[in-house]
C-alpha cells in the first residue's frame, strides 16, 4: 500500500452484522489512522452488494442467528473477502462475524450452516453428547489474557451468543488469549477467538477496539507497517484501570 493512499476500512454489512455496536471498530480504526496524520476512508459494504476486494482490513461484527446466515452465504457467493486475505488485508470478526468467518455455525432453524473458511473453526451450540442439555447463552463481561506472542495487554469486553467455537483438527492459527473472565469459545481451553495470518476472530464486543486499542494498532500496522505511539488521552487509562479494579472484584 502506497503511503500517500487512504487506508480502506471495509464495514461488511453493517445491518445483518450490527447488533452489537460494532460498526464502532471502524471508527477507531480510523480515528487512530487521523490522529498519525495518515488517511482512512470507512468503506460500508451493504447486504446485497459485492464486498470489495481492494480493502486494507475488513470488519465483521455480531449479529443475529437468521441475518448471519444470509450474511455467510452473501460473502461465499463472490470470493473477495478470501481473495484480499490471500493478497495482505487483515480481519477482525467479532461474535456472529467469527462464527461466520469458521467452516460451520448453527443456523435459527437449529440446522448447521457453511461458513465462509477463513478460518479452520467450526461453531455448534454445544459440543456435548445430545443427552447433556446445552449450556446457557453467554452473556456478560468477558476478560481475556491475550498470547504472549501478540505483545498485547489484557483484553476487556462483553459477550452475548449461544455459540460454541473450537478449533478443527489440524487447524491453522493460534488462540487469540485464555478466557479470564467469562465464557469465550466455551471449550474446556477457556480460549478465546483465533489469530490465523492476518486474520482475527474473538467473541469481544465493546467494541473491542474501543476498549482496547493496542488491538487495533496491531491491526493497522499489519497493513501499515510500523506506526508512531500514541498518547492515549488520561481518561482512557483511567478507564481501563477502573475497568480491570471492577472486573477483579477490587
Ligand atoms: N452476539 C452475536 O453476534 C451472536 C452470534 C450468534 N447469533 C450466537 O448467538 O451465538
Known sequence: MSRES??????IYPELLGTYGDGGNAIVLAQRLRWRGLRAEIVEVPAGEVVPADC??????????????????????NRSLTRAVSGGAAVLAVCAGYQVIGASFPAGNGRVHEGVHLVDMETRRS????D???P????GDIVVEPDQRLGLPTLYGYENHGGRT?????????????????VGDGTPARTDG???GKVIGTYLHGPVLAQNPALADLLL????GRLAPLDAPVEADMLRRARARALAGG
Open 6 to 11: 487512504a487506508t480502506r476500512i471495509a464495514l
Open 221 to 224: 500496522t499489519w497493513v501499515h
Open 127 to 130: 459440543f456435548d453428547p445430545p
Open 132 to 134: 447433556v442439555p446445552p
Open 136 to 139: 446457557p447463552r453467554a452473556v
Open 166 to 182: 473450537r478449533p478443527l483438527p489440524g487447524s491453522r492459527g493460534i488462540p487469540l488469549g485464555t478466557v479470564r473472565l467469562g
Open 194 to 196: 483465533i489469530v490465523d
Open 56 to 77: 486494507d482490513i475488513y470488519l465483521l461484527g455480531g449479529g443475529e442467528d437468521e441475518p448471519q446466515v444470509l450474511a455467510a452465504d452473501g460473502m461465499r457467493r
